[in-house]
């Protein structure tokens, strides 16, 4: 028959292709994903589809997915095999599975700023996180552990004054205000959103202080502001921004006001002009000029010269964000080169000079769509609740020593595992040739067992390979073996009551049992998480990679190894003279 | 590497003498449950003496690697004379030279931990009152006392760190809860110092690495695998009896199971493995692989026709092949990690070499008996 002719054959084929351009398109860890749902999806159409080439079939073409997601994507290893560091992050407090989850995530954005690509983050118990840098080299290892322990400082200005400091904060009443709780801070309409905090005495004077009188003022919120810093915008990009309605000299006026502070002034020009403004000059040899990252290198150089060290941020974090208050003003509200990340307006109840100690900040959402409006204001509660406890941290942090995996011992544990791997799969056909005197029937658990193992790195590998899942691949291939060996066993026995197809069944009827039984004592473990509030970072690999074989094996392997010994056996009994 | 390549060649003579068995069912083959009676009987002897590994004891595992050994002995008690109350082993392996040092936790980490958090239970209500006392002087008594109750504890935080609090200049509660973060960093770092100060000058190594495990989470690691286990049971006693829908070969499949789980304990206290999480996987792998080979049997001898004697036999054959198999993976796994001495390797590699042996003699010796002599009392009723 052509092999065009076959529908289910290129139905395969045509999977294949899309599963492959998936692997191109979306590279690992999600590659990983494609090749489980190509194992599922070939495994279920050819548990179905009984025809023993189209077993076959889906096992090759699921092989070569598995190779050519190793060849595109390669296989991730964790510190053990490939060297690295890792430092484990200590919570103050233990917390639940959600505030873990933000924790992991801004650890990770925080690492990520380094350009450091493969740092893992992850959750150990409630309380503990590891982080892992690839990396053993001393001073990008300090630079992670400073950048871990770095606690922001917030301070919020108010004309040029510093009305509120993160020092005199409780960090604990920082709290998001309820739906009841904004209809009573209402005041000539109901807010979208508010979050409500307290200050110690200090602060509760230094507020009055600063507040007094400035109604319809914002409070621009800083987190980590810097000192000693002058800003160049660039004019195309500031240009981009300004609102319609204003202009360049309203937009550098409401810049200037927003930056102005006692004595630490963060004066703001426009690149493009400092080569006729010949005043610019560093006022210290330590003062930093915040520019663009694609500023030309003239003005660069320029800048240089007049004794400016130069901090160069990508143009995302260079765009101002303006509003207007009610009484028309341009006022800057965001800008993130210099920490600012918001700029509530006050209210008129709290600018009366008055000590107090208890806030609340309210606002807006321009947004009609009810569901994205709930979403953005719990969005903007989210953050300036971080901003008010000094950073994206719920709860304080503390770093533990260090381990130190060198990159060549990490190399040799992978060598020798791979090793291993390869050993015990020769001595295993080996051993089975012998026990059933027939290589013919047995060379294939070789190369299914081989298959197997491409497939289990594959989608492992675009996770990460870490020990324990390393132990559990090569559990697998002795495990996965069995189910082979209870095939072989049926179909070589002289019984001649039974046809071959009977045999299999027989075969697979304990074989299902038995897989089914495998996977489900694993599960637990699996879903340590779920069952336990805890997850078992330590071994989850061992148990992803002993069901991830056992699924392989039910659905794929064991019906291809079935087929191919079939074939072997019918055309044996054909060449033997009856 | 030599004893890798011996353990290879000697597994591929095992098959021959698989075909070489006689069928040990013939006769009175309820004998047959006798040696792995014993065999548990021994274990359940030593199963008290499991050693727990820092998962679930708590404390604090050093692993050093280096090129050149130290005397074990020799370096516990420089480490004893410099306060570090340790227990110290030195292994070869093929990459130099690996010490790992215990340390049982510290009671002051202890207490500090303690100490934190209570405070963090009771600072938010702190904070709370010392604004409304601002407003309203009615807050005042308890304010105060809930205030002393905060400060006693910070008070046995500083002397924990061996801070003077005089010196600290405490101006608020805001302050003092950053000072009893500083201090109990401090504690902590403390610790750390006094472990791997003196290691530092003692030896010489190339890398170290420390794990401590907090009373907090040995606590919860404890308790999770204990609902897993629950939930493992569970599973596969409900997947059994919905197989087999009759009692005695479901009960004879379970009672495998638990054999050979017992036996594997048994030999991580004879052999000194640890139970750590990883031995604990490889102990619910355990449960799933006898389960294996007592689904085999049971489904051969219950489901199928012909001499049960002779089926109990094949199965017996083909068992013991599959669980060859395992050996020689798990067998690689094993010399792998007396190789690198990688202690996941080796805590799952020895339990489930340990679980494979006894489960030859726990389904061939007792889950058999037991089907069989169920087979032959139906046959005679019938």
């Given amino acids: 028959m052509n092999i065009f002719e076959d529908r289910k054959l290129m139905g395969l084929v045509f999977l294949f292709a899309i599963f492959l351009t998936g692997i191109i398109y979306y590279k690992a860890p999600l590659s990983g994903v494609i090749i489980m749902a190509g194992v599922i999806i070939f495994g279920s159409l050819s548990l179905f589809w009984k025809e023993s080439h189209i077993k076959l079939a889906g096992l090759v073409l699921i092989v070569l997915l598995a190779l050519s997601s190793i060849y595109l994507n390669g296989l991730k290893f964790g510190i053990d095999f490939v060297g690295g560091t890792r430092i484990p992050v200590m919570l103050d407090q233990a917390v639940d599975q959600t505030t873990m989850n933000e924790f992991v995530q801004t650890i990770k954005g925080r690492v990520s700023v380094l350009g450091l690509s493969e740092v893992k983050v992850r959750a150990i118990g409630d309380n503990q996180i590891y982080v892992e840098v690839p990396s053993s080299d001393a001073s990008t290892i300090d630079f992670v552990e400073n950048t871990l322990s770095q606690q922001g400082v917030y301070t919020g200005v108010v004309d040029g004054k510093i009305a509120v400091s993160g020092d005199h904060i409780y960090r604990t009443t920082i709290s998001a205000l309820s739906g009841s709780q904004l209809l009573q801070n209402g005041k000539g309409g109901v807010p979208d959103w508010g979050v409500a905090f307290s200050v110690d005495r200090q602060g509760a004077e230094q507020f009055a202080d600063a507040a007094k009188g400035k109604q319809d003022y914002p409070v621009y919120m800083y987190l980590d502001r810097p000192t000693d810093a002058v800003l160049f915008m660039d004019r195309t990009t500031l240009k981009s921004t300004i609102p319609a309605d204003s202009n360049e000299k309203e937009a550098m006026r409401s810049m200037r006001n927003a930056l102005k502070l006692e004595n630490s002034d963060i004066p703001v020009y426009i690149s493009d002009d400092i080569q006729n403004d010949t005043n610019i000059s560093a006022a210290t040899n330590r003062t930093r000029a915040i520019i663009s990252e694609n500023t030309s290198a003239q003005v660069k150089e320029i800048l240089k010269q007049r004794g400016f060290t130069l901090l160069e941020l990508p143009d995302i974090k260079m765009m101002p964000e303006f509003q207007r208050t009610a009484s028309q003003v341009l006022e800057l509200n965001r800008l993130e080169a210099v920490g600012l990340l918001t700029a509530p307006i006050l209210s008129a109840g709290i600018t009366s000079g008055a000590p107090n100690s208890n806030f609340i900040i309210t606002g807006g959402v321009q947004i009609t769509d009810p569901t994205l409006k709930a979403q953005e204001a719990a969005a903007r509660v989210k953050s300036i609740e971080s901003i008010l406890k000094g950073g994206a941290l719920p709860v304080q942090i503390s770093l533990g020593s260090r381990t130190i995996i060198p990159a060549s011992l990490g190399s040799e544990f992978l060598k020798l595992s791979l090793i291993t791997i390869a050993g015990s799969l020769v001595v295993i056909a080996v051993l089975i040739g012998v026990r059933y005197r027939n290589l013919a029937a047995t060379m294939p658990i070789v190369l299914i067992s081989m298959a197997e193992l491409a497939i289990l790195l594959s989608i492992l590998g675009a996770f990460t390979i870490d020990l324990a899942a390393m132990a559990g691949i090569i559990a697998a291939i002795g495990v996965g073996v069995d189910a082979q060996i209870i095939i072989t066993d049926e179909l070589l026995k002289k019984d001649e009551h039974h046809t071959t197809r009977e045999k299999i069944d027989m075969a697979f009827s304990i074989i299902k049992t038995n897989i089914v039984v495998a996977i489900f004592t694993m599960v637990p473990l699996l879903f340590s998480r779920l069952l336990s509030g805890l997850l078992l970072v330590e071994i989850i690999g061992f148990a992803e990679s002993t069901i991830l074989g056992a699924i392989l094996g039910y659905l794929l392997t064991r019906p291809a190894y079935a087929a191919i010994v079939e074939g072997v056996l019918a055309r044996e009994q054909k060449e033997k003279p009856s | ?382």
């Fill in chain 2, 1 to 382: 590497m030599g004893a890798g390549w011996g353990f290879y060649a000697l597994s591929c003579y095992l098959p021959v003498l698989i075909l070489m068995l006689p069928n040990i069912y013939r006769g009175n083959y309820k004998l047959l449950a006798i040696a792995p009676l014993l065999i548990i009987a021994v274990s359940l002897f030593f199963i008290p003496s499991i050693k727990m590994g820092v998962d679930f004891q708590g404390g604090t595992l050093i692993t050093l690697s280096m090129k050149d050994s130290v005397d074990a002995d020799q370096l516990q008690s420089q480490l004893a004379a410099e306060g570090v109350d340790a227990t110290v082993q030195v292994f070869h392996t093929t990459m130099g030279y690996r010490t790992e040092i215990e340390v049982p936790q510290s009671k002051d980490l202890v207490k500090a931990e303690d100490l934190k958090t209570r405070f963090n239970a009771l600072l938010p209500r702190v904070s709370q009152l010392e604004v409304a006392v601002y407003s309203n002087a009615s807050y005042n008594d308890e304010y105060t006392q809930k205030k002393a109750e905060l400060d006693n504890m910070s008070d046995q935080m500083f002397a924990l760190a061996k801070t003077d609090r005089s010196r600290l200049n405490i101006s608020g509660t805001n302050d003092l809860q950053k000072r009893f973060s500083e201090a109990y960093n401090d504690v902590y770092s403390n610790y750390q110092e006094s472990v791997t100060g003196p290691l530092g000058r003692l030896v010489k190594y190339d890398s170290i690495s420390i794990q401590i495990v907090s009373p907090v989470l040995s606590a919860s690691f404890i308790s999770s695998i204990l609902i897993i286990s629950v939930w493992a049971a569970i599973l596969s006693g409900i997947l059994v009896f919905l197989f087999f829908r009759t009692i005695v070969p479901s009960m004879a499949v379970l009672t495998g199971a638990l054999c050979d789980v017992l036996i594997a304990m048994g030999a991580m206290g004879m052999f000194n493995i640890p139970l750590t999480l990883a031995s604990f996987a490889a102990l619910l792998m355990l449960v799933g692989f006898s389960l294996d080979t007592d689904i085999l049997l049971t489904t051969r001898l219950v489901k199928r026709k012909g001499d049960p004697v002779e089926n109990a036999f094949d199965a017996m054959k083909t068992g013991l092949t599959m669980s060859v198999a395992a050996v020689v993976s798990f067998g690689g796994l094993f010399i792998l990690s007396v190789l690198t001495h990688i202690p996941t390797y080796y805590e799952i590699s020895a339990v489930a070499l340990a679980g494979l042996f006894g489960d030859m003699f726990a389904t061939w010796g007792i889950n058999a008996v037991m089907v069989l002599n169920y087979v032959e009392h139906r046959k005679v009723k019938q």
